[in-house]
Nanobody, 124 residues
Framework: QVQLVESGGGLVQAGGSLRLSCTTS????????MGWFRQAPGKEREFVAA????????FYADSVKGRFTISRDNIVNLVYLQMNSLKPEDTAVYYC?????????????????WGQGTQVTVSS
């Protein structure tokens, strides 16, 4: 069983930055493809960013490309989401996810473990 815990959410003004972190309990963190998803009120959970097991490959949703950066540290079992130039439409609960199935994916069904989420609110 893999447990994921997100942190770093909060309230920020438009144009500001936040860095989300996700720690895992798994002892084979480097074997997990990792991703970030988000869910705004009344909307479906959507893909934000993904990173491969080694960290050599990344994918981003078009809506965050150029503003968000996903990274990971396989030594300390952490994955990060650096969010810059935040917009009110980025307001959502952000979820960290781990895939034991694939190296990297943008689809929800590829991820078998999820965190509880952290709230990000961007004021205009």
């Amino acid at each position: 069983q893999v447990q994921l815990v997100e942190s770093g959410g909060g309230l920020v003004q438009a144009g500001g930055s936040l860095r989300l972190s996700c720690t895992t309990s798994g002892r084979t963190f480097s074997s997990y493809g990792m991703g970030w998803f988000r869910q705004a009120p009344g909307k479906e959970r959507e893909f934000v960013a993904a990173i491969s097991r080694s960290g050599s490959s990344t994918f981003y949703a078009d809506s965050v490309k150029g503003r968000f950066t996903i990274s990971r540290d396989n030594i300390v079992n952490l994955v990060y989401l650096q969010m810059n130039s935040l917009k009110p439409e980025d307001t959502a609960v952000y979820y960290c996810a781990a895939s034991t199935i694939v190296a990297i994916s943008i689809t929800r069904r590829a991820y078998d473990y999820w965190g509880q989420g952290t709230q990000v609110t961007v004021s205009s």
